[in-house]
């Protein structure tokens, strides 16, 4: 059950996105950054942990697990660093993926060439 929760919540905020695109004039960008916002609101409220309790790893995969992360680290540095933590913990979580995301890019950019 919990593969179908997964692919159904992921779906939902796929199907989402494509709506918001389709329906507005939003750029791709747009939407995302309003996703990025909507997961780190939801995880302030502690609401983001409860949908992956039940969803599982499907709710890893959108986007709104990028602000997740970032507002989850941030918090929990808060907790223990003060106002400073929030900045350091805002990357922890999330350097890795970050970090991933250059290094392939530049690897793909040296083999590969854009068309005209």
Same mark, same amino acid.
Not at 77 to 88: C, D, F, N, P, R
């Given at each position: 059950m919990i593969y179908l929760n997964s692919f159904l919540f992921a779906g939902f905020v796929s199907m989402l996105g494509q709506w918001i695109l389709d329906n507005t004039k939003l750029t791709p960008g747009h939407i995302t950054s309003i996703f990025v916002v909507v997961g780190s609101f939801l995880d302030t409220f502690s609401i983001y942990d409860q949908i992956i309790a039940h969803v599982g790893a499907g709710a890893l995969v959108p986007i709104t697990s990028f602000g997740h992360s970032l507002i989850h680290g941030a918090l929990e540095?808060?907790?223990? @660093? $003060? !106002? @400073? $933590? &929030? &900045? @350091?913990g805002m990357f922890d979580l999330t350097a890795s993926g970050i970090t991933a995301a250059i !290094? *392939?890019? *530049?690897? *793909?950019? &040296?083999f590969f060439r854009p068309k005209n």
């Open positions: 540095k808060a907790s223990e @660093m $003060g !106002v @400073m $933590g &929030l &900045l @350091m !290094v *392939f890019t *530049f690897i *793909f950019a &040296l």
